[in-house]
C-alpha cells in the first residue's frame, strides 16, 4: 500500500474537500455580508469527480476524508454521494463539518450512510448573537439539528465554537453545560486571520487564556491534555467530574510538525497548507483516465508541503473557499 509522505517525513491520510463554495450563513468572520464571488458551477467537481480523486487518495493511503464547504449541506445529492463513497470505500472514515442549519432533515440520512463523525459549528446560544455573526436568524434551527444528530446515533459529534473576545468568550461555561446536556464534545478553535474577516489582535483569544478562563471557572479543575484523535485538538479533562473540552491551538501553537492533512477546494485545486496561497488544479487530470498521472501531480505537490505556515504566512483566503 503506497503512503503519502511529505519532505519533512509527515504521512499525509487525511484529506478535506470543499463539495461547494455556497453558503448559507454569512459569518462574519468568514466572508463578507454580501457572501463571495461564487465559482462558476461547471467549475465545481462533480460527485464523480470527487469519488475518483477520493479512490486514488485511499490508494496513496489516506484514511478520511471530510467534507466541508462552504455549507456541505446545501449541496444536492449530498447523502448519495456520501451513500456511494461509503460503499466503493469501506474502510475509510467518512466526516463533514456543517453549520448545522440543515441538519434536522438530515441527521438521519448521515447516521444510515455511516458518517463517522460530525463537527458541528457554533459559536453562540443567544438568538441575536447568532444572528449578528452569521448574518442569518438560525440558532433554533441549529439546536433542531444538534438534537437529531445526537438521536440519529452518530457517535462522534463535535460543537466547534470559535472564541472572539468581546462577543463569546463570556459564554464558555454556558457552552460546555449546553454540549454536556446533547452529549457532544465542545472545542474552543483560536480566532484565525483570514482575508475580510473581523480578525484583529482584539478579538484574539489564545489556548492559554483559553485554559486560564477555564481554571478561573470555579467547578473546573483541568487535569493534563490527553490525546482523543489524530488531529489539532488538545483535550482536557476536569479532574472534578471527568468532563472534557478540546482546544485548537491554530494560530499560538501551531501543530505543523503533525500535521496530516491535505485540502481540496470545490473546484478541485489541492492546498497542502492551510495558510498557503499556493494551489495545484488537479481537475483535468481527475478527467483523465490515467490514474498515474494523477497520482504523479499529487506526489510532486505534497514535495512544496510547507515545513510550517509561519515559514510563508502570506495566505489570504476565505476560508468558505477552504473549507477549514
Ligand atoms: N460551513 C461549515 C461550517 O461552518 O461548519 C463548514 C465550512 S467552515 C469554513 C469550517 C469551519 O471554519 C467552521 O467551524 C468555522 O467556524 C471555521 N472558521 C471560519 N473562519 C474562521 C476563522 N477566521 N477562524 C477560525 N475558524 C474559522
Ligand atoms: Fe458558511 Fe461555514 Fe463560512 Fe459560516 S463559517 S459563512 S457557515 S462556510
Known amino acids: 500500500m503506497a503512503e503519502v509522505i511529505d519532505s ?6 487525511y484529506v478535506r474537500i470543499s463539495v461547494t463554495d455556497r453558503c448559507n450563513f454569512r459569518c462574519s468572520y468568514c466572508m463578507p455580508p454580501e457572501g463571495v464571488q461564487e465559482i ?10 470527487i469519488l475518483r480523486l477520493c479512490v486514488v487518495f485511499r490508494e496513496l493511503g489516506v484514511r478520511k476524508f471530510r467534507f466541508t464547504g462552504g455549507e456541505p449541506l446545501v449541496r444536492k445529492d449530498i447523502v448519495s454521494f456520501l451513500a456511494e463513497l461509503r460503499f466503493q470505500l469501506p474502510d475509510v472514515k467518512i466526516a463533514m463539518t456543517t453549520n448545522g442549519f440543515l441538519l434536522k432533515k438530515y441527521a438521519q440520512q448521515l447516521a444510515d450512510v455511516g458518517i463517522d463523525s460530525l463537527n458541528i459549528s457554533l459559536d ?3 438568538c441575536d448573537k447568532f444572528s449578528s455573526i452569521t ?7 441549529v439546536f433542531s439539528g444538534i438534537k437529531a444528530s445526537v438521536k440519529s446515533g452518530i457517535k462522534n459529534i463535535k460543537i ?3 472564541l472572539i473576545k468581546g462577543f463569546n468568550d463570556t459564554e464558555i461555561p454556558e457552552l460546555l453545560k449546553f454540549s454536556k446536556k446533547a452529549g457532544v464534545l465542545l472545542r474552543l478553535i483560536e480566532f484565525m486571520p483570514l482575508q475580510d474577516s473581523i480578525w484583529n489582535e ?4 489564545s489556548s492559554n487564556e483559553m485554559l486560564r478562563i477555564l481554571q478561573g471557572m470555579g467547578e473546573w479543575k483541568l487535569e493534563d491534555s490527553f490525546a482523543f484523535e489524530d488531529g489539532p485538538a488538545k483535550y482536557y479533562c476536569n479532574a472534578k467530574n471527568g468532563d472534557r473540552i478540546g482546544i485548537i491551538a491554530a494560530v499560538s501553537h501551531h501543530f505543523c510538525d503533525s500535521c496530516n492533512r491535505l485540502r481540496v477546494s470545490a473546484s478541485g485545486n489541492l492546498r497542502t497548507c492551510l495558510f498557503s496561497p499556493q494551489e495545484f488544479p488537479l481537475r483535468a487530470l481527475i478527467r483523465n483516465p490515467d490514474t498515474a498521472k494523477l497520482k504523479n501531480a499529487i506526489f510532486e ?6 515545513k510550517c ?7 489570504k483566503s476565505h476560508m468558505s473557499s477552504i473549507g477549514g
Open 135 to 141: 448574518r442569518v436568524d438560525g440558532l433554533e434551527k
Open 124 to 126: 453562540t446560544l443567544d
Open 40 to 49: 462558476d458551477h461547471a467549475e465545481i467537481m462533480r460527485y464523480e469527480e
Open 202 to 205: 482584539k478579538h484574539f483569544i
Open 160 to 162: 466547534n465554537t470559535v
Open 8 to 13: 519533512y517525513g509527515r504521512h499525509l491520510n
Open 301 to 306: 505537490q505534497i514535495k512544496s508541503k510547507p
Open 309 to 315: 505556515w509561519r515559514d510563508i504566512r502570506t495566505g
